[in-house]
């Protein structure tokens, strides 16, 4: 059993204190759902706002979301400045005025936003929101750029409608997209050095050009592991067979349908990956025909299917192949399946997981899984997709190591 320090280090914002500046932008009103979304995830947060700030929100919103006093004048709390940051983990600024990236930018510290910024010592994430002429001013773009040049991360903006009316760059970048920021710079950064391929998802195999045999894969543990992985520092080429999910930035990312495109994918792109992790629900059986024109309705139909590639038996055989590891999605609590499975595919572990077991089969956001290797088992309980796939990237980073 893991001591429950290491279980919560797969909950990347659990106890974490987050120190939120919001400053004066329509975009303010989204710091509220970022709040509630970092107080979810475990984090402590305390809100900075400044004056131009209160145009847009009223600091009553934002302190029923976090549950704690909201501040913005300097002299309220005495040393407040020093005190504050001290105690963060991190600080974030949403939506960032081109004003507070300025004043940032040239050591500025009038507020106490400001001041916050110049004494704290950990990272610091902005998230950019302003009209797109602001945004493309040279000037701006040189003290943004002088802020990352120090280390800021920057997330968005985005491209579209602004809050003036006008098209641009400019619009704040999503909540998800500020939390996966935050979460990034909050992580080891113990990949580095490694390319991982994840496959998720799905395969489709075509009975006719308008019908296909599936499964109910929804991708979201192998989109889960290629988050994690990236936040981790590796470089990610993502497999995908469809699926409705976001496809996180700053992979590559591969669309696939067929189990026979999936594996194209894979071996394309295999002799510069370090690890392969199968988590894709290849389907087993294709139609032996594809017909190339609807098939017509009648009583009764007969169809022949034949084997599709197994992808992660072929690269288990391969004799110079990077770290492999495949799931095994059994009904029923069967282990003993997924202990053979390792033997039988080569690989170095097989996740399995019990798809009939509640809260751990398809389309759900936990799962319970246990990670089998030749010489060890690590039974896990139940928990978020996102915490297993640390848990099965906890396993990578050792056996690379
Ligand atoms: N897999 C694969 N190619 C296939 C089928 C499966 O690469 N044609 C991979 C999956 O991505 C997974 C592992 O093999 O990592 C095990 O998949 P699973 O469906 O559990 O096992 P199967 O080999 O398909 O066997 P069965 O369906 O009989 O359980």
Known sequence: MKSSS???????????N????????????????????LKEEG????????????????????????????????????MSHITFPAAADLMVIAPATANIIGKFARGIADDLLSTCLLSFRGKVVIAPAMNWRMYEN???????????????????????????????????ADVNEIIEAIKSALSNKDLLKERIIVTAGPTREYIDPVRFISNRSSGKMGYAIARAALRRGSEVTLISGPCSLMPPRGLKLVTVE???????????????????????????????????????????????????????S????????????????????????????????????????????AGSGFDVDTN???????????????????EAAEAILDRVSDLRA
């Open 368 to 386: 319970k899984i246990t990670i089998i290797e030749r010489d060890r088992e690590t039974a896990l309980p139940l928990m978020t997709k996102e």
């Open 138 to 172: 040279p000037i701006f773009q040189k003290n943004l750029q002088y802020l990352i040049s120090h280390g800021v991360v920057q997330v968005g903006p985005e491209k579209g409608s602004l809050a003036c009316g006008e098209e641009g760059i400019g619009r704040m």
């Open 43 to 78: 984090a402590t947060v305390t809100v900075i706002m400044t004056d131009a700030s209160k145009n847009f929100i009223t600091p009553l919103s934002l302190e029923i979301a976090s549950g704690n006093r909201v501040y913005s004048d300097l002299f309220d709390t005495p």
């Open 314 to 357: 072929e690269i288990g055989s391969m004799r110079n192949r990077p770290l492999l590891i495949g799931f095994a999605a059994e009904t029923g609590n069967r282990l003993d399946r997924a202990r053979k499975k390792l033997i039988e595919k080569g690989a170095d572990i097989i996740v399995f997981n019990d798809v009939t077991s």
């Open 18 to 37: 987050i120190l939120l500046g919001v400053t004066g932008g329509a975009a303010a009103y989204k710091a509220v759902d970022l709040t509630r979304r």
């Open 258 to 312: 067929t189990a026979d495109d999936m594996r194209n994918a894979v071996l394309q792109h295999l002799p510069e990956a370090t690890v392969v992790i199968m988590a894709a629900a290849v389907g087993d059986f294709t139609p032996q025909t594809k017909e190339q024109t609807k098939i017509e309705k009648s009583d009764e139909l007969t169809m022949r299917l034949k084997k599709s590639p197994d992808i992660l």
């Open 6 to 16: 290491a279980k919560d280090k797969r909950k990347v914002l659990k106890n974490k």
